[in-house]
Each structure stands twice: as C-alpha cells, then as structure tokens.
C-alpha cells in the first residue's frame, strides 16, 4: 500500500473484509475500521476492531491517518463513490492498497486509492483511475484505461486498448474484447460478452452483450 501513516478503514461488511486482508498481508499498520451501521459498534473484523461509526474517522487528524474505503459496490451508482468525495472534501488522503500477489507490468498508472486485490493481473501501458477496484484475480490486459470510481468485479477480463468510463460496475466473470469503449455509470451483468461499445448510463446482459 502506498504511504506510511496508519490507516483507518470506512466500512465493515465483506469489501472491507477483503481490503483488511490485502493491507495485513501487506503489513499496513491498521488502527481499526469504522462503519455507518452503528450495531456493529465493538465488533471485528479478522482481529480489526470497529471502532463505531463514520464520525469517529473525524477524530482523527487528516495528518495522522490515511483512510482506506472499505464499502464496495454492486451497481454503477454506489455509496462508495459519496464516501470518497465526502473525506477528501474534509480534507483526508485515501491510501493505494495492492494484494501482494497482485501482478501489475510496467508503466501502469495508478491514481489515489486504487484498490488491487489478490490474483489480480493487470499488464503494462494500463491506467487506472481514482478510488477504482480492480477485484479477485480480474486480469487487464495491455493499455487499458480504467475511469474514476469504475469497479471491476472478481474473475473479469479485458482485452488490450479498452476504455471504462467513470463509475461504471464490470460484472462478475464479464469478458470484454479489445479496443471496445464503455461509457460512464454502466452496469454491465455478471458472465456478460462485451463484443461493442456500450454507451453511458447503459444496463447490458447476455452473451453476446445487449440491453437488459
């Protein structure tokens, strides 16, 4: 993971459970994780305390912590992206966290809280925008350019040249041809065969790929 302050982690359901086990496995130095339910108050997770809601990442300087966002998403509109632009607004630094078994090739571009989780492949000349996921052994083939906020699902694959619009949500187990453009806020379903561009806002399912 990038950066040396400690880290607090805003969410505790099953994204944040897999981020913690990224920065474990990388050494990060975790205080704790904070979530906006407040029933999960006192509880763990894989030995991080919760240490109550949201507001407790206030108490703590901007200075003194990197947060890291532990809410994922499921749709091409999601909370995660409030959350982001709601802390760096206040002022705090969200920090980059790579599975160490993460493979990443040269000249790949990394914005701020990019998250890379295990297995994950993504080859040279690509670029992947702010506070994007880029999840479980998802591979990213030569120059691709991943969007602000995008989430790439678990077992994803994208063929060299392609362009993914900002806060657009990949499917499970999607596969994409190369060179296609997909526009911002898409979903594209899980198991889908991108074989077209796709333009913004659009819901696409299938194989081969078309509007739900």
């Known amino acids: 993971m990038t950066g040396k302050l400690p880290v607090l982690v805003l969410g505790a359901g099953g994204h944040a459970k897999v981020v913690i086990d990224a920065l474990q496995a990388a050494g990060a130095d975790i205080l704790g994780a904070v979530d906006a339910d407040p029933t999960t108050d006192g509880k763990n997770i894989l030995g991080v305390d919760i240490l109550g809601t949201d507001a407790v990442a206030l108490d703590h300087s901007p200075d003194a912590v990197s947060l890291v966002n532990g809410v994922g998403s499921t749709t091409a509109s999601s909370p995660r992206q409030d959350l982001y632009r709601r802390f760096v607004d206040a002022g705090y630094a969200f920090a980059t966290v790579i599975h160490p078994s993460a493979v990443i090739g040269g000249e790949v571009e990394k914005a701020d809280a990019v998250q890379i989780m295990a297995g994950a492949v993504i080859q040279p000349g690509c670029r992947i925008g702010a506070n994007a996921i880029i999840n ?17 699902a678990p077992g994803v694959v994208l ?22 453009h997909i526009g911002e806020n898409v979903l594209i379903a899980v198991g889908a065969a991108v074989v077209t561009d796709i333009w913004d806002g659009a819901r696409i399912a299938g194989v081969p790929a078309q509007e739900m």
Do not use: E, L
Request: proline share 0%; hydrophobic share 35%; aromatic share 0%.
């Open 159 to 180: 063929g060299g040249g392609i362009a993914v619009g900002s806060g657009s949500h990949i499917g499970a187990g999607s596969c994409i041809i190369q060179n296609v």
């Open 136 to 152: 479980t052994r998802a591979s990213i083939d030569h120059d691709c350019v991943i969007g602000d906020h995008v989430h790439i």
